[in-house]
Protein backbone atom coordinates (compact mmCIF):
# COMPACT_ATOMS: atom_id res chain seq x y z
CA UNK A 1 0.00 0.00 0.00
CA UNK A 2 0.94 3.92 -0.92
CA UNK A 3 -0.42 6.72 1.03
CA UNK A 4 -0.27 9.97 -0.46
CA UNK A 5 -0.53 13.43 1.13
CA UNK A 6 -0.91 16.60 -0.76
CA UNK A 7 -0.10 20.12 -0.05
CA UNK A 8 -0.10 23.30 -0.88
CA UNK A 9 -3.39 24.38 -2.55
CA UNK A 10 -5.74 28.27 -2.22
CA UNK A 11 -6.81 31.03 -3.60
CA UNK A 12 -3.85 32.80 -6.35
CA UNK A 13 -4.87 35.70 -8.55
CA UNK A 14 -4.92 35.12 -12.33
CA UNK A 15 -1.17 35.06 -13.31
CA UNK A 16 0.22 33.62 -10.11
CA UNK A 17 2.10 30.99 -8.92
CA UNK A 18 1.57 28.01 -6.53
CA UNK A 19 3.32 25.01 -6.00
CA UNK A 20 1.69 21.86 -4.92
CA UNK A 21 3.47 18.96 -2.93
CA UNK A 22 2.65 15.33 -2.56
CA UNK A 23 4.06 13.18 -0.04
CA UNK A 24 4.48 9.41 -0.29
CA UNK A 25 4.76 6.66 1.75
CA UNK A 26 4.34 2.96 2.70
CA UNK A 27 5.39 0.63 0.06
CA UNK A 28 7.01 3.65 -2.30
CA UNK A 29 9.69 0.67 -3.76
CA UNK A 30 6.84 -0.64 -5.88
CA UNK A 31 5.76 2.97 -7.81
CA UNK A 32 6.91 3.09 -11.06
CA UNK A 33 5.44 6.94 -11.86
CA UNK A 34 3.37 9.69 -9.89
CA UNK A 35 1.97 12.59 -11.08
CA UNK A 36 -0.95 15.16 -10.71
CA UNK A 37 -4.76 14.86 -12.09
CA UNK A 38 -7.49 17.75 -11.57
CA UNK A 39 -11.16 17.61 -11.75
CA UNK A 40 -13.28 21.25 -12.62
CA UNK A 41 -16.72 20.92 -11.77
CA UNK A 42 -18.88 19.15 -14.19
CA UNK A 43 -15.66 17.98 -15.96
CA UNK A 44 -14.19 14.35 -15.94
CA UNK A 45 -10.80 14.19 -13.97
CA UNK A 46 -7.79 14.50 -16.29
CA UNK A 47 -4.10 14.34 -16.37
CA UNK A 48 -1.97 17.69 -15.04
CA UNK A 49 1.41 16.40 -15.28
CA UNK A 50 3.53 12.65 -14.93
CA UNK A 51 6.88 11.91 -13.89
CA UNK A 52 8.67 7.93 -13.97
CA UNK A 53 10.90 6.62 -11.47
CA UNK A 54 13.65 7.39 -14.40
CA UNK A 55 12.66 10.89 -14.48
CA UNK A 56 10.52 10.86 -17.61
CA UNK A 57 7.88 14.03 -17.57
CA UNK A 58 4.23 14.05 -19.81
CA UNK A 59 2.38 17.40 -19.49
CA UNK A 60 -0.83 17.92 -20.44
CA UNK A 61 -1.15 20.68 -23.70
CA UNK A 62 -2.70 23.26 -21.52
CA UNK A 63 -0.08 23.27 -19.31
CA UNK A 64 3.18 22.66 -21.20
CA UNK A 65 5.30 26.04 -20.47
CA UNK A 66 3.67 26.83 -17.44
CA UNK A 67 3.85 24.06 -14.93
CA UNK A 68 6.71 21.83 -14.08
CA UNK A 69 6.86 18.66 -12.13
CA UNK A 70 10.01 17.18 -9.94
CA UNK A 71 10.32 14.88 -7.87
CA UNK A 72 12.85 14.64 -4.35
CA UNK A 73 13.36 10.64 -4.01
CA UNK A 74 15.73 11.62 -0.91
CA UNK A 75 12.30 12.99 0.72
CA UNK A 76 9.50 10.64 -1.19
CA UNK A 77 8.15 13.93 -2.86
CA UNK A 78 6.86 15.22 -6.15
CA UNK A 79 5.81 18.86 -6.81
CA UNK A 80 4.27 20.12 -9.03
CA UNK A 81 5.23 24.26 -9.84
CA UNK A 82 2.15 26.48 -11.18
CA UNK A 83 3.04 29.45 -12.70
CA UNK A 84 0.87 31.86 -14.95
CA UNK A 85 -2.18 30.04 -13.23
CA UNK A 86 -5.73 30.52 -15.56
CA UNK A 87 -9.17 30.82 -14.37
CA UNK A 88 -9.18 27.55 -16.39
CA UNK A 89 -6.84 25.96 -13.95
CA UNK A 90 -9.45 26.17 -11.53
CA UNK A 91 -9.65 22.79 -9.77
CA UNK A 92 -9.12 20.05 -7.23
CA UNK A 93 -5.81 18.58 -7.79
CA UNK A 94 -5.09 15.03 -6.74
CA UNK A 95 -1.29 13.48 -6.29
CA UNK A 96 -1.49 10.03 -8.29
CA UNK A 97 1.24 7.31 -7.92
CA UNK A 98 0.64 4.11 -10.56
CA UNK A 99 2.25 0.47 -9.79
CA UNK A 100 2.58 -0.69 -13.46
CA UNK A 101 1.48 -4.26 -14.14
CA UNK A 102 -1.09 -6.01 -15.98
CA UNK A 103 -3.03 -4.33 -14.05
CA UNK A 104 -2.28 -1.26 -12.92
CA UNK A 105 -2.73 -0.33 -9.06
CA UNK A 106 -3.25 3.45 -8.90
CA UNK A 107 -3.24 5.24 -5.39
CA UNK A 108 -4.52 8.68 -4.93
CA UNK A 109 -4.15 11.54 -2.56
CA UNK A 110 -7.40 13.10 -0.45
CA UNK A 111 -7.23 16.24 -3.52
CA UNK A 112 -6.15 19.86 -3.05
CA UNK A 113 -8.05 22.84 -4.09
CA UNK A 114 -6.58 25.62 -6.70
CA UNK A 115 -8.76 28.20 -7.21
CA UNK A 116 -7.46 31.16 -9.41
CA UNK A 117 -9.86 33.90 -9.03
CA UNK A 118 -8.85 37.92 -8.88
Known amino acids: QVQLVESGGGLVQPGGSLRLSCAAS????????MGWYRQAPGKQRELVAAITSGGKTNYADSVKGRFTISRDNAKNTVYLQMNSLKPEDTAVYYC????????????WGQGTQVTVSS
Open 96 to 107: NAVEWGYDDTNY
Open 26 to 33: GSIFSINA
